[in-house]
């Protein structure tokens, strides 16, 4: 990734989706750009026009902290927008991002080690999967696995959320706010990116998808940025039908970079009697009568 060329073109996105209006400042007449000009945003973080020019263009190599949060005022960003900012000026400072430290920090594959296993499986009630920050599903429990079983059996490649939704015709039955989710997981992608530009097997993720998918790729020149946090998602199981559940994500301090994602439904809804069925049925998948015959 081009380190200088991602600063240009967030802060182009940004300033372009910004109305004169939503900045307290007037339009004025014959506006040539969509959202502010350069020099309205140069005003409202009080630097001079020349040296925010100098910012946009990428040059933003050794910007004080106090600069950065007001081109961040200035642009209104969130609070994953002005992070994904500061990450993208470590990078062209060359300094570490927080994605780079943490993956040094990572030793071996966390999908090998038993106690994140029995940690998983004592989720009992929902829906729990790890993913790392190219969207891996690196471990599930047994109903994460039911869940997310569309997702398995690609000749035991590991499974991958950004594949399934953009490449696998599956995944608009299976999510049925496709386009809400396919934006939610580029921008995702995005801040991930931010973190660590130089995280080859993440570059080489977004050049393929860019290549297969012209969702994917319309959506990664957006620059939209975010965090997963927690909320509510819709999903269509194609054993159990509809399913409404929440969910939180925790960072796994213990692997660097790698998150747990738990789905749970409100008890005594429908989704919850949904889910004990999922979890019937991977139990039934999983007993003796339904598996293959024993090796000799």
């Given at each position: 990734m081009d380190d200088r060329a991602e600063v240009r073109e967030f802060l182009m996105s940004r300033r372009a989706r910004l109305s004169p209006a939503q900045a307290g400042i007037p339009a004025g007449a014959n506006r040539r750009v969509p959202g502010l000009r350069r020099a309205e945003v140069a005003v409202l973080a009080g630097v001079s026009v020349e040296y925010y020019?100098?910012?946009?263009?990428?040059?933003?190599?050794?910007?004080?902290?106090?600069?950065?949060?007001?081109?961040?005022?200035?642009?209104?960003?969130?609070?994953?927008?002005?992070?994904?900012?500061?990450?993208?000026?470590?990078?062209?400072?060359?300094?570490?991002?927080?994605?780079?430290?943490?993956r040094r920090r990572t030793a071996g594959n966390p999908a090998t080690r038993p106690s994140l296993h029995w940690a998983l499986d004592a989720f009992t009630d929902g829906i729990a999967v790890v993913r790392n920050t190219r969207a891996d599903l690196v471990a599930a429990n047994a109903l994460g696995r039911a869940f997310y079983a569309d997702m398995y059996g690609e000749g035991g490649r590991?499974?991958?959320?950004?594949?399934?939704?953009?490449?696998?015709?599956?995944?608009?039955?299976?999510?049925?706010?496709?386009?809400?989710?396919?934006?939610?997981?580029?921008a995702i992608m995005r801040a991930e990116a931010g973190r660590d530009p130089h995280d080859r097997e993440l570059q080489e993720l977004v050049g393929e998808l860019?290549?297969?998918?012209?969702?994917?790729?319309r959506l990664w020149?957006?620059?939209?940025?975010?965090?997963?946090?927690?909320?509510?998602?819709?999903?269509?199981?194609?054993?159990?039908?509809?399913?409404t559940l929440a969910y939180e994500e925790f960072a796994i301090?213990?692997?660097?970079?790698?998150?747990?994602?738990?789905?749970?439904?409100?008890?005594?809804?429908?989704?919850?009697?949904?889910?004990?069925?999922?979890?019937?049925?991977?139990?039934?998948?999983?007993?003796?009568?339904?598996?293959?015959?024993?090796?000799?």
């Open positions: 020019a100098k910012l946009e263009r990428g040059a933003i190599g050794g910007a004080s902290a106090s600069v950065l949060d007001a081109v961040a005022d200035a642009l209104q960003l969130d609070d994953t927008e002005r992070a994904h900012l500061f990450d993208l000026a470590r990078a062209v400072d060359g300094i570490p991002t927080s994605g780079r430290l943490r590991t499974p991958n959320f950004a594949r399934f939704q953009f490449l696998d015709p599956a995944s608009r039955d299976f999510y049925p706010d496709w386009d809400r989710f396919a934006e939610m997981c580029v860019s290549t297969r998918s012209d969702v994917f790729r020149g957006s620059h939209d940025v975010r965090t997963h946090g927690a909320g509510t998602k819709r999903f269509h199981h194609r054993v159990v039908g509809d399913l301090t213990a692997e660097p970079g790698h998150v747990l994602l738990v789905y749970t439904a409100e008890p005594g809804s429908p989704s919850a009697e949904r889910l004990r069925l999922l979890s019937s049925w991977a139990a039934d998948r999983q007993s003796p009568e339904h598996a293959g015959p024993a090796e000799g």
